[in-house]
């Protein structure tokens, strides 16, 4: 199990109900973690349509995740 | 910092006279607005919510690209966050360059890379009182994918 | 009146401003800077003498066509005359849209047109004493073909 | 005969001297007047870099000139 700090923004922030929060996972990627929290929150956008960063950058949806990361899935983006 | 995050308005003026350059030749600035409308559906204010720590790196990701690409003199974007009315400056984008092809082209770039790439999204509020987050709809939501 | 001559310093934040238009989504403006070297030779100032009457009906010509092939809402230009010194603003395009394509592609037409057709000519005062008209030299003459 | 007026604009005008003149010509042609004129003014600028307008509209350098016509000779344009 690793921890991690997973932080959310715009549509996943408000299907979560919250910004930010600390878990333990078994999911060692960033395509595993959002399918784990997919299925418990009900987030309605796809793995396909999300990418991640940790750390504050971005990373494969395949990129292994370790102990003290702070996650990131960031859905479509809209700016200007 | 050629690119930043701004919650408050944008002074564009400002900016602009901010790249004044007697090395300049030529200035090209876009600017994107709030419309009252999109897709069809009459559009009352918008809130742009960023990631910021990312958003700058990747904005100013952008901005070394452009500078790379072509042969500009300065190049900047500023973009709001925060809840913004109707007409409000949503994003501005400044290029100066010795000759105006560069400067056309880099502002180009730097607002369609900006839009495609840097971690910002944009909830609309309708005059019916509905919301949607732009291009995170799925099956099922009546908005589809949306380009200013 | 959608092209103009303007004898006196123009102001772009003016010009702007009188664009604003909640059903527009962007706003493309391009400025042409009185910059201080032209083929590598430093340039001190600059005269720009106009046939008005043609250059008014040739520019509203471009602007027409601009609107025409391009989904824009508005589209403006003004531009100097008389002696303008470095850094000086010699001409301003600005074009309000719905999307950012037809704002980006009607404001270059507009300038790449006007700089090709309108009867403006421009005196370039080097910082060694000499002058040239641009673009008028011929053989013999040290001053080639120019591009802003 | 025809009598027309004559505008110089930029280089032109520098060379000629002056903005405007009347005079009467045997040229009836744009194309043949600039040659004319040319020669007597010692224009720098040979005839196909040089457009011509008569009465503020750009016409071809064999339009027909008539007496009273307002005709202008322009140089290689620079704006912007």
Redesign the interface.
């Known amino acids: 199990m690793t921890t991690l700090t997973v932080q959310y923004f715009a549509i996943l922030r408000e299907q979560r109900g919250l910004a930010q929060e600390k878990l333990s996972t078994a999911a060692t990627t960033p395509a595993a973690l959002y399918e784990e929290l997919r299925a418990r929150h009900g987030f309605t956008l796809p793995a396909d349509r999300v990418r991640a960063a940790v750390n504050d950058e971005f990373v494969s949806a395949t990129a292994t995740l370790r102990d003290g990361d702070r996650v990131v899935f960031i859905p479509p983006v809209a700016g200007g | 910092m050629p690119f930043r995050l701004s919650p408050n308005p944008i002074d ?2 400002a900016l ?1 006279r901010s790249l ?18 999109n897709e069809g559906q009459p559009v009352f204010a918008l809130d ?4 910021s ?2 958003a700058e ?2 904005g100013a990701r952008i901005i070394a690209e452009a500078c790379e690409k072509f042969s500009v003199n300065s190049a900047e974007c500023i ?1 709001r966050t925060g809840h913004l009315a ?2 409000e400056l ?2 501005w984008v400044g290029v ?1 360059a ?3 092809g560069a ?2 082209d880099a ?2 770039y730097i ?1 369609d890379e ?10 609309e509020h309708y005059a019916s009182g509905a919301t949607a ?4 709809a ?1 099956r099922g939501d009546h908005a589809g994918e ?3």
Chains 1, 4 share one sequence.
């Open positions: 564009s003026g602009q004044a350059d007697v090395r300049a030749g030529a200035c090209v600035t876009f600017e994107g607005w709030v419309r009252n409308r742009y919510e960023a990631y720590l990312l790196k990747e973009h109707l007409g949503a994003v100066t010795e000759h105006r400067a056309f502002c180009r607002i900006a839009k495609a790439r840097v971690p910002i999204w944009k909830k987050w732009i291009n995170c799925t949306k380009r200013t």
